[in-house]
């Protein structure tokens, strides 16, 4: 993204999303909403015949503007337990199972 709208761009973007999340938990508390929401890690993985390198660069990315991110080693999940790749923590809600319809 920063390539494409730049530094300033990428940063807005980013920090709104932050703040949404943390408008909903505030609300969430406010309203005494009786649901399960928490934060859940964002992760940006080594697809295949992606060069390793690609996610120094993005880690680079997201560093520029000021998110939380650190590399990892593989996944949670089963089938991609060896590829490269970096979390941003807890900058994505989960959707709380109790609010949706049976």
């Known amino acids: ?6 530094k300033e761009a990428t940063k ?5 999303q932050a703040a949404a ?6 609300i ?9 929401i928490r934060r859940l890690d964002g992760y940006l993985f080594q697809g295949r015949d992606m060069p390793a390198d690609m996610i120094d660069q993005e880690m ?5 503007v000021g998110a ?12 991609a337990k060896t590829v490269m790749s970096c979390a941003i923590r807890g900058r994505r809600p989960s959707i709380p ?3 949706l319809p049976a």
């Open 68 to 79: 939380p991110v650190h590399r990892l080693m593989g996944v949670p999940f089963r089938a």
């Open 97 to 99: 199972s109790n609010t």
């Open 1 to 6: 993204m920063t390539k494409i709208k730049g």
């Open 21 to 26: 999340i943390d408008r909903i938990e505030e």
């Open 12 to 16: 807005l973007f980013c920090d709104s």
């Open 28 to 36: 969430q508390k406010v309203e005494e909403i009786d649901c399960d």
């Open 60 to 64: 680079d990315a997201v560093r520029e």
